[in-house]
């Protein structure tokens, strides 16, 4: 496999469940990133790990909890989401070098709906 | 307050072509920028992107222009093809933070 890939494609889950969406790069990158985009908004970052550290949380609300056991694999766990969650959740991966700028990768994303 | 902006929700160009997509940003640390093109159910495809140290960057049918005075970019491709269609992204970067900040996006549609 190349590229980034995220599982499930699709989501659909009551508030009160448990869940978890996976990412995996598979381009030797050492950052980790997730995004929302919800419709007709740009699309808005909301962790980033860098080296499986974490740099990042853009104000993200406690219900959604990263994990990034290693540089290749990250995790986004979520936990009693509102309907306002429901939105494409994207991973990507870079790499991210001292003085180099360098493009993120992105998968195909996962559709979350909330009922 | 958006930092970076795309004002044109779509434009629809007949093939052959030229079509010219703009973005406009207002944060003056933003010193890299990037295009992505997306096609539905799929994620976010990097296209090209440039260097606050140059204004114009080329690959193939893509070109990107910079004009740092006026906070504008461009891209521009020549000629279009019916495959073009997709919505591009402009995004943009500032040199400590290597976060991106991304536009609303542009519905490009190629017409045959």
């Known amino acids: 496999e190349t590229g980034v890939t995220q599982t499930p494609r699709h989501l659909v889950m009551g508030m009160t469940n448990k869940k978890s969406l996976k990412c995996e790069q598979h381009l030797g990158h050492n950052a980790m990133y997730w995004y929302k985009q919800s419709a007709k908004k740009p699309l808005e970052l909301m962790f980033v790990y860098n080296f499986k550290e974490q740099t990042e949380n853009n104000s993200v609300p406690s219900r959604f909890s990263p994990e990034c056991p290693n540089s290749s694999h990250l995790f986004l766990h979520l936990h009693t989401l509102q309907p306002e969650d429901s939105a494409l959740y994207l991973c990507?991966?870079?790499?991210?070098?001292?003085?180099?700028?360098?493009?993120?990768?992105f998968g195909d994303g996962t559709r979350l709906s909330i009922l | 307050d958006q930092q970076v902006k795309q004002n044109s929700p779509s434009l629809s160009v007949q093939e052959g072509r030229i079509s010219i997509l703009n973005c406009d940003y207002t944060?003056?640390?933003?010193?890299?920028f990037l295009w992505y093109k997306k096609y539905p159910a799929e994620g976010p495809t990097f296209l090209i992107s440039?260097?606050?140290?140059?204004d114009k960057n080329e690959d193939g049918r893509f070109t990107v222009f910079l004009n740092k005075s006026a906070k504008h970019l461009s891209l521009h491709i020549v000629p279009s093809q019916p495959g073009d269609s997709a919505v591009y992204f402009c995004a943009a970067s500032d040199g400590s933070a290597r976060q991106l900040t991304f536009g609303s996006g542009t519905q490009l549609t190629v017409l045959p």
């Open positions: 440039i260097s606050s140290i140059k």
């Open positions: 990507a991966s870079s790499q991210r070098g001292e003085n180099s700028n360098q493009p993120q990768h």
């Open positions: 944060n003056s640390m933003f010193d890299y």
